[in-house]
């Protein structure tokens, strides 16, 4: 029972504490991909034209413009670096939060990310592409506990019935986040010199910070505040509202040898790969082939994630009402949004590289391409909560980190591929991310499942198993939990 300060505090809330900690993960991955993407947008100003000077490519910037003579090779491994040190803390990540749990590993590995932000210009005039490449891997490993936190934390508050619309809306910070990174970075860039778009997001991710840790805790069992009958119906929802201290070792062997993890990694690969080309590159295509100003760049590359986020949230409504009523299945729900994320944005991703120069038609042809996949947050990006809400960090960990190595492949190769910065370069980049889109979502709709895994539960698996006559050398839990699809 609540008494005396702490039951004054939770009067002070007009929303359930669940929706408070949604809406402060959305904005964690709104101020995660400010952070991570400003960067595509600023490149665009702080290099030389190809039909500006060369005279000064000795040096990397010229004293005179202040401009960079970095080739489009480097600009791809530029862009590319966040990810080398963004895959590399996913496991430890979900680690930290299985015995710690969310709350702290997010809020440090977002606050370390802002201070590597607001130093990047320092770093850039001091040490060039350098310096650079070495603060964007930094960042990188702060940001890369995010995705295996906010899915502790969601496990942690989220009850299956509201789970598809608060994830949803937690999820969808990404979008938002390039909203808000390309359309803020347009406009500054526009007004001031480019390091005022690092200065400005890094100072918002340590606001965010702050707040973040006054109002969140990782479970509802620690939260000072949360009111009486929040508690008891988290508790009669979730089976528990006290996260488990105590979890076996993660049980590699069963994950790794199950048909719906792999089913789930191949999707996140296959997603990542169509979306890391939009987000790292589409403000090169649009400066680059359509010869957009800043400021417009900043404006066009926005709107696909607009009606992306839109999409994602009513598709989360639509999700979860459709469950409730029994309509169709969690598996078949998964699915579904999975594919239609995936093969719809293929499509209109490669229409766009047909309109030609018309900015009109691309601009739209790419804004239905993205907003199609917005149902991809309803789909197999809860799918970690689905197969294990015990090692729901792992198994994001796992997904997103082998997933995030696309971030890594994209933006160079990318960069090789269109050395001329033609159309006709670009359009072979866009045909590979429609195949690669395809062949995922095969993988998905064959293998996936929504039901929990029995290696949820290691220390029961191998006695229930053993019950039914089934010795442990014979488990193999892909067959275990079949879609209800």
């Known amino acids: 029972m609540l008494t005396g300060w702490k039951l004054l505090l939770s009067k002070c809330f007009l929303i359930p504490q669940r929706v408070v900690l949604a809406i402060m993960g959305f904005f964690a991955i709104v101020n995660a991909y400010t952070m991570r993407i400003c960067l595509s947008v600023a490149i665009t100003e702080m290099v030389a034209k190809k039909n500006k000077t060369n005279a000064y490519i000795s040096s990397e910037m010229d004293p005179q413009t202040h401009l960079f003579d970095w080739s489009e090779q480097l600009q791809g491994t530029i862009l590319s670096s966040f990810y080398w040190g963004y895959v590399i803390t996913h496991l430890p990540g979900g680690y930290l939060c299985e015995k710690f ?51 502790a934390l969601l496990s942690q508050w989220t009850p299956l019935g509201e789970r598809a619309k608060l994830g949803a809306l937690v999820l969808g910070g990404g979008q938002i986040g390039t909203i808000i990174g390309n359309m803020v970075s347009g406009l500054l860039l526009h007004s001031f010199h480019w390091d005022s778009v690092f200065y400005f997001f890094g100072a918002l991710g340590v606001l965010w910070f702050i707040l973040f840790t006054l ?32 979890l076996p070792p993660v049980p590699w062997k069963y994950i790794f040898t199950s048909a719906p993890m792999w089913a789930l990694i191949v999707a996140q690969i296959g997603h ?29 590359s926005s709107l696909p994630y607009a009606v992306m986020w839109v999409v994602s949230i009513l598709s989360g409504f639509v999700a979860d009402w459709m469950i409730t009523r029994g309509i169709i299945g969690v598996t078949l729900s998964r699915k579904l949004c999975t ?70 492949i994209v933006p160079i190769m990318v960069g090789a591929m269109t050395p001329n910065a033609s159309l006709e370069e670009w359009r072979l980049v866009f045909w ?18 929504g039901e929990v895994q029995p290696w949820n539960e290691p220390e029961n698996l191998k006695p229930r198993l053993i019950e039914n006559g089934i010795e442990d050398d014979k488990i193999d839990t892909s067959d275990k939990n079949k879609s209800n699809a």
Do not use: Q
Request: proline share 4%; net charge negative.
């Open 339 to 408: 594919i239609i994320a995936a093969v719809g944005p293929g499509i209109f991703m490669v229409a766009a590289s047909y309109a030609g120069l018309d900015i009109g038609s691309v601009v739209a042809l790419f804004t239905i391409s993205m907003g199609i996949m917005g149902t991809f947050y309803s789909g197999m990006k809860l799918n970690p909560l689905d197969l294990s809400p015990n090692y729901s960090a792992t198994i994001m960990a796992i997904t997103n980190g082998i997933g995030a190595i696309t971030g890594i």
């Open 215 to 246: 109002l969140c805790y990782s479970d509802p069992n620690s939260h000072p505040y949360i009111s009486d009958k929040e508690r008891d119906f988290l508790a009669k929802e979730l089976g528990s509202i006290e996260r488990n201290k105590n």
């Open 101 to 151: 749990g969310g709350k702290w590993v997010l809020s440090l590995g977002i606050l370390s990310t802002a201070i590597f932000t607001l130093i990047t210009p320092v770093a850039i005039i001091e040490g060039g592409s350098g310096a650079l490449i070495a603060v964007r891997v930094l960042m990188g490993l702060g940001e890369g506990t995010t995705f295996p936190a906010l899915s």
């Open 432 to 449: 590979i991310a429609f195949a690669v889109f395809v062949a995922s979502s095969i993988v998905y709709a064959i293998w996936a499942s």
């Open 272 to 300: 990542d790969w169509g979306f890391f080309v939009m987000v790292t590159d589409l403000p090169k295509y649009m400066a680059d082939v359509l010869e957009v100003s800043v400021k417009e760049n900043g404006l066009y």
